[in-house]
């Protein structure tokens, strides 16, 4: 199915097509800073337990990072925000209105936390939130690692993505990196895609893996962008590589800089196939760091 997005809209294509990875990919338990509640829940006295630990950065330098070890709003030096509900549901018909009010996005107790509520807002059904470091923060290479535990519930639809930081946006042809992706109605099932406008002509770049907690405990969701390749990991699997093939930038526009998304829709043509369960909200996302490295040589 082939959707038409406007610029900043996000892709839906061949998510059907995802191959499905036999690994496990959960590593062994361990401590965490602070108490923070499950998916869905308002109790602070909750905790998640804790699967991944941090990532093997041999060979490069933290050049870039929030830790989320303040209170409040999202530090506006590194992260900006997109509002509303774009063109026809950010182009994948989403339920969701996206706001910058701390009652969608905040950073509390080493956090950084973004909740899908169930609320009328400006004549949708659902507020959240989409945080971006675009005309702030972006990269060229590197390797960049998200600790996070992704929402529970039927319809949602959480992603940590990227996109070409040329603006305006040209999609697909300034490429889309989606580190993460999954929907609410195949729970902690992890999708990696790249979108490109090779890609979108039908030759599909997207795997996925199960992770068994991914909506119960953090986990690492990275990528290691050379200029030849893009692998994208799960904790310490690759889920799948994308090469440079030497055939321009219809197929490798990643020689240009991208920037950083995060968020939870709802609904959509691909969050919502099986409909969205008005019984699960809040639910949110938390945020534990988000780094970003450089090679050292």
Same mark, same amino acid.
């Given at each position: 199915?082939?959707?038409?997005? @406007? ?13 499905? $990875? ?18 869905? @829940?308002?109790?602070? &006295? ?5 699967? =991944? ?23 506006? =030096?590194?992260?900006? *925000? ?5 063109? +026809? ?8 209105? *996206? /706001?910058?009010?701390? !009652? ?23 507020? =959240?939130?989409?945080? $971006? ?54 729970? +902690?099932?992890?999708?990696? =895609? ?13 795997? @996925?893996?199960?992770?068994? /907690? ?18 994208? *990991? ?6 799948? /590589? ?7 930038? !219809? ?17 959509? @043509? ?7 369960? !008005?019984?699960?909200?809040? /639910?949110?996302? $938390? ?6 490295? &450089?090679?050292?040589?």
């Amino acid at each position: 199915m082939t959707i038409f997005h @406007s610029p900043l809209d996000r892709s839906t294509f061949g998510k059907a097509a995802a191959a499905l $990875v036999l690994f496990w990919g959960i590593s062994a338990q361990g401590c965490k800073k602070g108490a923070l509640p499950p998916s869905g @829940s308002t109790n602070q &006295q909750d905790t998640i337990p804790v699967v =991944s630990q941090n990532p093997d950065t041999t060979g490069y330098v933290l050049t870039w990072s929030d830790e989320f070890n303040y209170n409040g709003p999202p530090d506006t =030096s590194k992260w900006g *925000y997109d509002i509303g509900n774009g063109s +026809n549901g950010w182009g994948n018909q989403e339920q969701e209105y *996206y /706001t910058s009010s701390l !009652t969608n996005a905040w950073v509390a107790n080493g956090y950084l936390t973004i909740e899908a509520k169930k609320e009328n807002i400006a004549g949708f059904k659902y507020s =959240s939130a989409r945080l $971006v470091t675009r005309a702030k923060a972006q990269w060229k290479y590197g390797k960049l690692v998200v600790r996070a535990r992704i929402p529970s519930g039927r319809g949602t639809w959480p992603a940590i993505w990227m996109l070409g930081a040329e603006q305006p946006l040209a999609w697909p042809a300034d490429g889309e990196i989606d580190i993460m992706e999954e929907v609410g109605f195949q729970p +902690n099932i992890i999708h990696g =895609s790249i979108h490109t406008t090779t890609t979108e002509s039908g030759s599909p770049a997207t795997s @996925s893996i199960p992770v068994l /907690t991914a909506q119960d405990s953090f986990h690492l969701y990275s990528i290691v962008w050379t200029p030849q390749l893009i692998n994208i *990991y799960t904790d310490s699997t690759r889920i799948l /590589t994308y090469f440079k093939q030497g055939q321009g930038t !219809t197929q490798w526009p990643f020689d240009s800089a991208c920037y950083l998304l995060l968020n939870v829709a709802v609904g959509g @043509s691909w969050g919502g196939q099986q409909g969205v369960d !008005t019984t699960a909200f809040p /639910t949110d996302m $938390v945020i534990d760091y988000v780094r970003v490295y &450089q090679k050292t040589d």
